[in-house]
């Protein structure tokens, strides 16, 4: 599973894992941590839009090492 870094908040770490790739983007789980309160959810992201924000540095993939973190 990719995981990828989202530029966040100052106090806040928001990370990206990519599920499963669909016809047209990817559905994807967005882990948001703030004050200690883990928040997750799931949706999808179009191809088009993820290219965007990978090719801007919105979104930068990092080893699950790198991260420390798992949705677990």
């Known amino acids: 599973m990719r995981k990828y870094c989202i530029k966040s908040q100052p ?4 990370f990206l894992e990519i599920i499963t790739e669909t016809m047209d983007g990817y ?4 882990i948001s941590i703030c004050d ?3 928040k997750i959810r799931e949706d999808h992201i179009t191809r088009h ?3 965007i924000c990978l090719s801007t ?5 990092q080893s699950a090492a790198e991260i420390g973190f798992s949705a677990a």
């Open 49 to 51: 839009l993820f290219d």
């Open 36 to 38: 200690g309160e883990k």
């Open 27 to 30: 559905r994807i789980r967005l």
């Open 11 to 14: 106090g806040r770490t928001d």
């Open 57 to 61: 540095g919105y979104i930068s993939e």
